[in-house]
């Protein structure tokens, strides 16, 4: 199975500051077609995960540009440009290159 | 669109339960559709999902619940279906199903299942 990597667990943010998040994977995520399986979700409290970021760099339908998804092959990362309280969850990357898909770990970030 | 799940509850362990997927707003027949699952305080966790009739309406599964769970579709009703046999503790999530197989974009709300002797 391939095993993604999260970093950090934790997160605290001022408001207006940025937030980046890695998700290394144990595999390579790019297929023969120039795809990227690598999909980024964030969980608020008591909802089910919501997708921001497909195929490694494409933002999800209603999501503000603030949020991008970067990275190829085995090494990926999230960024919000400015953090909101909105951002307020927890965020999980997933392959979908290969079955199982697995997800990382997830990284928790809160507001300072 | 919007994802009703439904049928969860508190199982014996050994026994079966099955959960449904109610599908509205959008094309049911054009989508592959999966279902996850979420232990108390852990990440999600990928049970499986079904391809739509184009691609063969073909299932996969994670090895924790192969063999032991299935996944079904009935594209008439727009409804997707986990049954779920040989349940164990282990079992125990609120089960969510969702839009799409490799990138999924809509998500239920979920069913809890409890799997206590």
């Known amino acids: 199975d391939i095993v993604l990597t999260q970093s950090p667990l934790f997160l605290s943010v001022t408001p207006g500051e940025p937030a980046s998040i890695s998700c290394r994977s144990s595999?390579?995520?790019?297929?023969?077609?120039?795809?990227?399986?690598l999909d980024w979700y964030m969980q608020k409290s008591g909802q089910p995960p919501q997708i921001l970021i497909y195929?490694?760099?494409s933002r999800a339908s209603g999501v503000p540009d603030r949020v991008s998804g970067s990275g190829s092959g085995t090494d990926f990362v999230l960024n919000i440009s400015r953090v909101e309280a909105a951002d307020v969850g927890v965020f999980y990357c997933?392959?979908?290159?290969?079955?199982?898909?697995?997800f990382g770990g997830g990284t928790r970030l809160d507001i300072k | 669109v919007r994802l009703v799940e439904s049928g969860g509850g508190l199982v014996r362990p050994g026994l079966s339960l099955s959960l449904s997927c109610s599908a509205s707003?959008?094309?049911?027949?054009?989508?592959?559709m999966s279902w996850f699952r979420q232990a108390p305080g852990r990440g999600p966790e990928w049970v499986g999902f079904?391809?739509?009739?184009?691609?063969?309406?073909?299932?996969e599964y994670a090895p924790s619940v192969k063999g032991r769970f299935t996944i079904s579709r009935d594209d008439s009703r727009s409804i997707i279906y986990l049954q779920m046999d040989s349940l164990k503790i282990e079992d125990t999530a609120r089960y969510y199903c969702?839009?799409?197989?490799?990138?999924?974009?809509?998500w239920g709300k979920g069913t809890a299942v409890t799997v206590s002797s």
């Open positions: 969702a839009r799409g197989g490799d990138e999924v974009d809509v």
């Open positions: 707003g959008f094309t049911f027949g054009d989508y592959p």
């Open positions: 079904v391809r739509s009739r184009a691609h063969g309406e073909t299932a």
């Open positions: 595999q390579s995520l790019l297929h023969s077609n120039g795809y990227n399986y």
């Open positions: 195929l490694g760099s």
């Open positions: 997933m392959q979908a290159r290969q079955t199982p898909l697995t």
